[in-house]
């Protein structure tokens, strides 16, 4: 297993647009998360899953941010109507349980 | 609601000397602490984790500290080298929750 990988690494946008990630766990880890890092900030949690079930949203996490992950394997994020304030780097981790969480390489997205 | 903060910001040493980051969380009731190193761009690598019964990890020329009582942990990193230089993150995990929560990071720069 080659550990948790992120697509696309690099997203620029204009303002307006809808955008989609996409995250592949560590197989057989059943938690996904999704984190937001903006320059010079600490990763900000967004939500997570068990399985195939949303368990928690931030209250980050506005009304034009949606998450699935549909068969408990790989997830998206999706952005409807982009910001320029949602400029920042999507990273993505899974677990197994409570245990150690990996992290992906992240998802960098510039709103134009 | 818990709150992690790293001291300092920044650092830049010398090639070679020992050097301890810092990392204080405002509720003593965590699960676990996490280190983390990230790179420019780069998504998070974890470098080590201790569970809120152990007092400290060790891999390699790192060694992690917990004191979960006074709510602080250090990262003491011994013979730096420039391969060092990275931006240093540490996360707790509260009891009971699923997600972690981190701090702003120390940017550390050891300078050749």
């Known amino acids: 297993d080659t550990g948790v990988s992120q697509d696309p690494r690099h997203k620029i946008t204009k303002r307006g647009q809808n955008v989609t990630f996409r995250c592949d766990p560590i197989s057989e880890h059943n938690r996904l998360y999704w984190y937001r890092q903006t320059l010079g900030q600490g990763p900000e949690f967004l939500t997570y899953?068990?399985?195939?079930?949303?368990?928690?949203k931030s209250r980050l996490l506005s009304d034009r941010f949606s998450a699935e992950r549909p068969k408990g394997s790989f997830s998206t994020l999706e952005i409807q109507r982009t910001e320029q304030g949602d400029s920042a780097m999507y990273l993505c981790a899974s677990s197994s349980g409570l245990f150690e969480q990996y992290f992906g390489p992240g998802t960098r997205l510039t709103v134009t | 609601k818990q709150e992690v903060t790293q001291i300092p910001a920044a650092l830049s040493v010398p090639e070679g000397e020992n050097l301890v980051l810092n990392c204080s969380f405002t509720?003593?009731?965590?699960?676990?602490l996490q280190w983390f190193r990230q790179d420019p761009g780069k998504g998070l690598t974890s470098l080590l984790l201790?569970?809120?019964?152990?007092r400290e990890q060790t891999s390699g020329r790192l060694n992690a500290s917990l004191d979960k009582s006074s709510g602080r942990s250090t990262l003491y990193i011994a013979a730096s080298q420039p391969g060092d230089s990275a931006t240093y993150l540490c996360a707790v995990r509260p009891a009971g929750d699923d997600k972690i929560i981190f701090g702003k990071g120390t940017r550390l720069h050891i300078l050749p």
């Open positions: 201790i569970q809120s019964s152990q």
């Open positions: 899953f068990q399985n195939e079930a949303q368990l928690e």
């Open positions: 509720d003593s009731a965590i699960y676990n």
